[in-house]
């Protein structure tokens, strides 16, 4: 199977209009899945350059404000990322992530955010394969969900 | 005004052959703020670090941006570098084109325009940082060691021995712990008092160490480098360093009926006694509760017999107050009470005994002197059915769900000790699963098997019951599946292990988190095993998780070396990137308090001016010490007072704003 | 002291001795137990399988009826105070048999297990006391030395039965430390009797009787007391009669002076007025 | 109601005379009957003006986090009136540490249900000049300048009573009630359900819609008892999202979305916010969507129950769910 | 409608209420049941087979009615596995799918006549038991 191969096929194919690409936060924890991003550029395993990655020390650092900001400037996937529960550097950060973004996620979903667009998932230092799947898997999803709402509008109605 | 400069590196043609690196430095030079932007091959080699120095000074620049490989890989080496050049090195940010662009993109384009928005964000970071300068705290070269059992003796020995003074606190009136009741020790099958009392002496003789007997910790303030502890020494009603450990005392104290904890309660002793022959100190001690001198005013026949004079019954409990740099807690651990698993009779037949009862019935210094009989009438037994799994790995509600990890090698030593001794005595042992990870440990049960015949059945009993002065044992033989029932003269009952009780009251003293079964937890299951995330809090022994003799010993000398680190350094450097609270914003609810895993934040009563307006304010203060900068306090508090240095809201909001430009 | 008393099918039938000592003595304690207004069979298991609801239904009326008159409930057959106790169970913590039974029965006030279900032991141990009970003894069985045998039904399962330790009860043997005879503890007191299976199978039953008597006899015991019918009938069919066997209630008339318990009462025949449904 | 309301007024009174407390936050109704207000009586005097009828739906709560530190610094005690459902945030409050409790004296009062006088309205009355409870406790009597009406009460209650939390006071020093507990009124998460059977878009719709109507007048963040920061985010500069410099509209526009994520699993659903809200913004839909969420997540949980409890967002075990489970399950 | 096996067991372990997958195959209900010599299969195995989606043959079983519902391995699992109710669940779908097959109301009088002591209680016990 080849990485790759969902880069380049599908904007050739069927997208004449003119070319959206989609914005893409990742947040990744400094210990566990910022570490597996570098392994997965170390060892070159490609994945869209739509994907932004913003470090932070624990996934429990970033505040649902920080992906709420990231809407509201237009923003078409955030991905947190942080250490497999029970791996936390910090021992339970990652226990409280899994709280706060499966309300937050389903609140987003709340107002019109489609699930698909708001996504955790949990790279260890070692997955640096697994990281670039979860990439990619994630830009195939927001690039079949299309354009997001625009959320920086849901107090500007005409 | 922002001064930032720029620094792009090729790493040859790592970066470059993917990103347009001419394209990000023009890119950069239109930012906000930027007044200086560069491109070099190597930024990482003496001559880029050059550079990026040279701009510090002569361009005076406030703030700096690498973008180059991970910062997990140069972050360190370009913050030294500002910090020669004068520039706080928290002034530095790196934006990674590489890892995270140019090696895993192929299109420049793509690549370019992607490196142009992680030097955007990192410059949007950059201009929110503030210099943060490494705090320092004193080291008290000093450690504290709760438990005088095997893991207590030798992480005190191996800290002691690196030259730093060290106290031993435990709550019994000799140290020696579950150890000392041990008869033999799996797999080697020596002796248990032959190995561990040489330790207790070695412990009573160094001069750095500090028993402290008879005594529990029982208030603990302070952090890492600086704790601060009160020391209860309970009465022993003996001048401990008058008494000579004659023993004269025991033999005329008329109160005889005490239970003998050492012999778990088989045979009884004095009102004052001496726990054990080998105990250390070799002192005295009066059972308060015990003794008709101090219930009644009457008797006092002890100290007319006591040479030495070393009796005094008007002894009161002593606090010691010490500072200590690092506490080792070695808590230990206890069996459970069988008493909850009464199908197996241990309640109403004296014939039903639990393995560390087994160990006291077996053990020369015992209750039989090291002859095996039966304690229903004193006869030699002639078949004995051993039950593992006695509240070990059960979720019903009596037991613990977890494995006690110990029971299958000392019921194999048990079982092979006694065909060894008394070929004439059957024995079985009923088994769910035998479990012998570990040197030389299933050899060891293979040859109780093989060698020593010991009657394996895979399988559970159901119940025990006395008939005929003898034990009906009905059990299930799951291989041959069929229901047996065994008469024996003995049941011996591999009960679970579980936290000493006294841990839990120890841990919330030292904030040391603690799990649901009451083990205190290690700072990383496999990274740091012997810390807890309490910082300079350690562990030793059981206290963390069931385990053997050789794994304590190991975990303790661990945990020793970890102490002799921290206590080797004369200051300790706190990391910068911790938070910080806003006394002003703070409405004091404690959110924060309750999700930090290092305990390091605490709650006071503080005089605040706010505006001119002082009032008493219950606010919430980080010790920097403590605090490892996970972040985790700073989403929980509603009002924002919370935040934390090197990744403060602004900043991470600035770098959304940028990347989502 | 005012109670609900639930005495079920048995009790009014086989088992007279049951009721009716046990009413008797407490009304010499000063116990006022009345009776719930036609009652209905109890069901005399409890259903197992969670889809069945219909067959809880009596149960439910029963311990409804309890509750409208603001009273603890309670039983003396073993058989009637499991189900009764389970069943409340159910109801005060499984909603899905809750709102499938008032669904059912449609009552005024939907039934979500408030009534307390207690045991006529557990009334004479919590509520009247038995150090008051040993005060009240006149003829105190001095000398006599009686087993205990609990069964299954009153002991299990012992997270909702919460009568006493399951593997290591001490309630009648407390109670026989009140009426002054001698307790005799042995392993088998909580194994079963052979129960209903009794009908399918004798021997089945036989050897599980053989057991109990054997290990009570050899560890001492010269009478056995129980406080269910099924077991009684098993343990007194089951073996050559050398081992007599009493309900506690008899017992407890005994000592209270209110005359001699013959065990030999004459069998009332009959359909069973409360449940003739199930024939 | 009419008989809680006499023994409420007498009880104030008789602890103000007696000195147990020396002030008592009740309600005072304004210049029309319907608008009673939260306020702080000071002398028994001044306490003629206390009122308790179908109009006090105000949660007093959030005034004691003033007023009990001001009553302690001062020697006394205020007397606080709290309905069932207030006592969850007063719990709530006294988690968090907001209150002095040994400054507090609570009268718990029995509430049988608060009028929202804009549905007595949608019923036809116009020149509505009072309201009379009648003798069934079931109807109002409406008088207007054209005459008397009825009205059932049932009808025109306002939202947080509609989905009334039940009639048992959580917490009390005192308590004046009438009122057996029946448990919880109707099913107050089917209008989150019904927004959950939408599709995104449609709810985005919804939301879009709802949100516009914001005057940002901030009345649900005052009457909010979760709402009660020494400083709101919003009005501080260094969070990064306070919007002084007008640089930023990120604060305008996310408001209530980040002010719902604030008050999660702290909210009590007392229905303030809903209430107060000038332009009728159902703002309850996005608490009750956090705590249907967190019931069904997290086991059930009931902010305030208990003081000292731990919110399910300072709170975890091993097994909570994974995010995942919410990013899949709609899947679109 | 036919269910296959696996929908079977899959309700045996809906109406049992029963976990089968917490069993760690100790054995200690077997080892405890008094029923044990007089059933072919014994409580270990009723868990084991449930979890693994046998339930055909326990289901022909007649010995199932052995079982005496007296809880003992319920209330000595260490992992609260209930086997007894598993039993049950099995012995009650058998006897949904054949009506009346264990003791019919023509063996009352039979019975009755056999031993006037039997207790109401045993009948209706053994009605409740043996009949759907």
Known sequence: ??????????????????????????????????????????????????????????????????????????????????????????????????????????????????????????????????FSKVMNDFVAKIRELGENVKVGDLRCKE | ???????????????????????????????????????????????????????????????????????????????????????????????????????????????????????????????????????????????????GGIAGIQTALDIADAGFPVDIVEKNATIGGRMAQLDKTFPTLDCSSCILTPKMVEAKANENIRLITYAEVEEVSGFVGSFKAKIRKKARFVKEDVCTGCGVCMSKCPSKKGLNEFNMGLNNRSAIYIPFAQAIPNVAVIDKEQCIKLK??????????????????????????????????????????????????????????????????????????????????????????????????????????????ICCMYTAKHAMLIRDKYPDVEVHVFYIDVRTPGKNFDEFYRRAAEQYDVDYIKGQVGKVYEENGQLVVRGVDLISNEQIVLNADMVVLATAIEPDPTARKVANMLTASIDTNDFITEAHPKLRPVESPTAGIFLSGVCQGPKDIPETVSQAGAAAS??????????????????????????????????CPYGAISYDTKLINDHGVKENRRVATVNEALCQGCGACTVVCPSGAMDLKGFSNKQIMAEVDAICL | MNYSYYPGCTLKTKAQDLDRYGRESAQALGIVLEEIEDWQCCGAVYPMVRDEIATKLSAVRTLMAARDKGQKLVTLCSACHNVLTRVNNDMRTDEYIRSRANSYIAPAVPYAGETQVIHYLQLLRDEYGFDNLAKAVKKPLKGRRIGAYYGCLLLRPSKVMAFDDPENPRIIEDF????GATPVVYGMRNECCGAYVTLKDEAQARGNVDRIIRNARIQGAEELITACPLCMYNLKKHQDGSMPVRYITELLYEALGLGSADAEVAVVDGACSACGRAK | MQRVSEKVIARARELMREGTVNKVAGWKAGEFFYDCAPYVFESEEALKDLVYDRFCAANLSKYMIKNSVAAGAEGGKVLVLLKPCDTYSFNQLLTEHRIARENVYVLGVGCEGMCDIDRIREKGFKGITGVDENADGKTLTVHTLYGDGEVAIDDVLVNKCEFCKGKAHMIFDELISDNEDEGPRGDRFAGVRELEAMSPADRFAFWQSELSKCIRCNACRNACPACSCRKCVFDNDASGIASKANTDSFEEKMFHIIRAFHVAGRCTDCGECTRVCPQGIPLHLFNRKYIKDINEFYGEYAAGAEAGQRGPLINYTLEDIDPAAVSDKGGN | MQMSEKDVAALVKEISGSDVKKCMKCGKCSATCPAYGEMRFHPHQFVSMVARGRVEELLKDPTVTRCLSCFACVERCPRGVEPANVVAAIRVLAEREQEGSNISPADVPKLVAGDPEIPQQALVSAFRKYRK
Not at chain 1, 94 to 101: A, G, H, I
Not at chain 2, 564 to 591: F, Q, R, W
Request: net charge positive.
């Open chain 1, 1 to 130: 199977m080849s990485v790759n191969g969902n880069l380049t096929a599908a904007p050739a194919a069927n997208a004449p209009a003119a070319e959206w690409k989609p914005r893409i936060v990742a947040f990744c924890c400094n210990w566990c899945s910022y570490a597996g991003a570098d392994l997965a550029g170390s060892s070159r395993l490609a994945y869209p350059a739509d994907v932004k990655i913003i470090r932070v020390p624990c996934s429990c650092r970033v505040n649902p404000m920080f992906i709420l900001k990231a809407f509201e400037r237009g923003a078409d996937g955030v991905i947190l990322c942080g250490c497999h529960p029970g791996d936390c550097h910090y021992s339970t950060g990652n226990y409280y992530t899994r709280r706060r973004m499966a309300l937050l996620f389903s609140m987003l979903d709340y107002i019109g955010v489609e699930r698909g667009r708001t996504r955790v998932e949990w790279v260890s230092a070692a997955e640096g394969a697994r």
């Open chain 2, 296 to 405: 009644t005013g009457k008797c006092g026949l002890c100290e007319k017999v006591c040479t030495a004079g070393a009796i005094d019954y008007t002894q009161q409990d002593e606090f010691i107050e010490e500072e200590y740099g690092a506490i080792v807690m070695a808590t230990g651990f206890r069996p459970i009470d069988a008493s909850k698993f009464d199908e197996y009779s241990y309640s109403t037949c004296k014939d039903v005994v639990t393995s560390l009862e087994l160990e006291r019935i077996m053990n020369a210094a015992g209750p039989t002197g090291g002859v095996l009989l039966r304690p229903s009438d004193g006869k030699h037994p002639h078949s004995i059915v051993f039950i593992q799994c006695v509240g070990s790995r059960d979720v019903s509600g009596r037991g613990k769900p977890y494995c006690s990890k």
């Open chain 2, 1 to 147: 005004m922002h001064r930032i400069g720029v620094f792009v590196c090729w790493c040859g043609s790592n970066i470059a052959a993917t990103v347009d690196v001419e394209r990000v430095v023009a890119e950069a030079k239109v930012q906000p703020g930027v007044v200086f932007a560069q491109d070099y091959q190597y930024m990482c080699s003496e001559a880029g670090q050059n550079i990026i120095k040279d701009a510090i000074r002569t361009h005076a620049l406030t703030g700096v941006v690498v973008c180059s490989c991970s910062p997990r890989m140069h972050e360190a080496t370009f913050r030294k570098a500002a910090s020669l050049a004068g520039l706080n090195p928290y002034m530095v940010e790196i934006a990674n084109i590489r890892e995270h662009c140019s090696w895993i993109h192929k299109d420049k384009e793509e690549g370019t325009e992607k490196a142009c928005v992680l030097m955007r964000a990192a410059v949007a970071k950059v201009t929110l940082n503030v210099p943060l300068k490494a705090g320092e705290s004193k080291v008290v070269k000093r450690a504290l060691v709760i438990g």
């Open chain 3, 176 to 179: 026989v430390r009140a009426l």
């Open chain 2, 562 to 595: 970890k102490v002799i680190g921290l206590l080797a350094k004369d200051k300790l450097t706190t990391n910068p990137c911790v938070a910080h609270s806003d006394e002003l914003l703070c409405n004091g609810c404690s959110c924060c308090e309750k999700v």
